[in-house]
């Protein structure tokens, strides 16, 4: 039965995918590229990996999606003189994916059997972090200059983001602009954000010890802020606000200062003393979410388009 | 068969169908509003019947509530995805 509903979900995929590649409306490729990123969140369901699922619908269903969506609104008026594609350079490209997928599915398949695993170590090592989830283990110790780096790229993708602007509007605010507000929206946007912020706290507590964490908790309340910008409840901050650039670097600093503290107190970049190993993991993490909310609610709002007030 | 296991398997099954029909109603329906009818039919009931259908199941008051939590949750969204798109279809019919 269960194979049946896995047979069924990979059938999906596959059809979801051939549809976003072949539709020539872009809205309606996207609309489905945001379907794509739920489906393939249950997948990972399935695959019992709760962290990559939770991820993969905020981050690949959710925020890439408004983003996409926002960027076709933009191109949208020049479309019609635009170039598209050539027939060949589509051939091209899809010769190009086939490759790779192929050469992904022969290395996956090539695996002895047991595949060699690092789980047994990640899992023997999880007392001395005092954490009860690997994943955030794997995360923020053993691992930790991957996310550190991560972090960081998001922050430079604002900043190429921030750069579209017109000169003399650099520092100035990014606008949404809606034409209208509609009631029922403004009402989600006055009722939603409580339970929001509330469930984006959960999930970064608990990320701790069960699958969430900083990038989902990060995502909701992002998702939050932007539902109160939309609805014109609060305006979109100016991007040269001290506040706003904390805010933004905070959790990497942050990061970063506790990574060369490992050097004087463990003996290593990165290393965090095993008897406050989790209290700094958790610190770490609650500055990390707020950076990460902040950096992609300003990242959907674009570059700054109205001129900075005196 | 306990009774809770078969109380959840009458809910969740009556809660599929109903998913069931309202995609049906999604795909067939004629008119943009007819087919939010059929929607929000399948979203609201079907999901609330699988939430009942799954509370003898859990195991703690907590995860019960959280499972409520979600279909209030799911209930207020789709609420507000409909009036949305019934807007944007009366505005677009009566003209800018």
Redesign the interface.
Known sequence: MTLLLDLALVAWLLALALHIARVRDDRNAIVAFIGFGLLLGLGWTRLASLDVALTEAAIGGGVTGVLLLRAEAHLRPGKASGASVSHGGKTLAAIACAMVAAGLALAVLAFPSPAPTLAPAAATALPSTGLGNPVTAVLLAYRALDTLLEKVVLILALIGVWSLAPDHLWGGAPSLRPD?V????A??AQ??PP?GVLIAVYMFWVGADAPGGTFQGGTVLAAMWLLVMLARLRPAPETRRRSVRLVLIGGPTLFLAIGFLGFAMAGGFLAYPESIAKPLIVGIEAALTLSIAATLGLLVAGPAQTAPGR | MAPADAFTLLFVTAGAILFLAGTLGLLRFPDTLSRLHALSKADNLGLGLIVIGLLPQCDSVTAGLKLVCVWL?AQ??A??AS??IA??VY?RKSGP
Do not use: K, M
Request: hydrophobic letters at 50%.
């Open positions: 209208v509609p009631e029922p929206l009402y989600l009722t939603l339970f | 949750l207020l969204s609420a507000t009036q949305l807007g944007a505005r």
